[in-house]
């Protein structure tokens, strides 16, 4: 019994794994959306673009 519990956890945590992996993923393209694309669509400006890009 105890090792099918421990596979279990394994699973788990496994899973878990994947989705804060997903997760950091969405976050990250979001974040690289609004930081590089978005200010190039709104600011075709070439000083004000190198200005948005922290």
């Known amino acids: ?3 099918f519990q421990i596979t279990g956890l394994i699973e788990g945590k496994v ?3 994947i989705l804060i992996n ?3 993923l969405l976050k990250f393209l979001n974040f ?3 930081i590089y ?3 190039r669509l709104i600011y075709p400006n ?3 673009r190198t200005f948005f890009k922290f």
């Open 37 to 39: 694309i978005r200010p």
């Open 15 to 17: 899973e878990l794994l």
């Open 22 to 24: 997903q997760i950091f």
């Open 46 to 48: 070439k000083k004000l």
């Open 32 to 34: 690289y959306l609004n």
């Open 1 to 3: 019994m105890p090792h």
